[in-house]
Nanobody, 123 residues
Framework: QVRLVESGGGLVQAGASLKLSCKPSGWIFNYYTVAWFRQAPGKEREFVAAIEWSGDRPHYAEPVKGRFIISRDNTENTLYLQMNRLKPEDTAVYSC????????????????WGQGTQVTVSS
């Protein structure tokens, strides 16, 4: 079964850092564009960051630019999201996604999704 598995979420105070990981189970996503999306309670899912297969073209949503860093290690078959200077408004379920031919900002274009990991930032 093709799936993605996230880890690294938790409860932190504002200003703290967290690092999320996403790893495919049973397959290799080296040639996929991979991304992080998040969904807060009562809100639509929103794009956070994406990185193409080569790793040299990251894309970020405006609210996280300068605070979050997306990276991938193709030898370890793992996607990361380093989240710094976290704010209460970053509280959400963070999910990773993978696709081969995508508009990186459009969640409908991604083929595979993880279940998500909860990030809660207290003020």
């Amino acid at each position: 079964q093709v799936r993605l598995v996230e880890s690294g979420g938790g409860l932190v105070q504002a200003g703290a850092s967290l690092k999320l990981s996403c790893k495919p189970s049973g397959w290799i996503f080296n040639y996929y564009t991979v991304a992080w999306f998040r969904q807060a309670p009562g809100k639509e899912r929103e794009f956070v960051a994406a990185i193409e297969w080569s790793g040299d073209r990251p894309h970020y949503a405006e609210p996280v630019k300068g605070r979050f860093i997306i990276s991938r290690d193709n030898t370890e078959n793992t996607l990361y999201l380093q989240m710094n200077r976290l704010k209460p408004e970053d509280t959400a379920v963070y999910s990773c996604a993978a696709g081969t031919s995508v508009d990186v900002f459009n969640s409908d274009d991604y083929d595979y999704w993880g279940q998500g990991t909860q990030v809660t930032v207290s003020s």
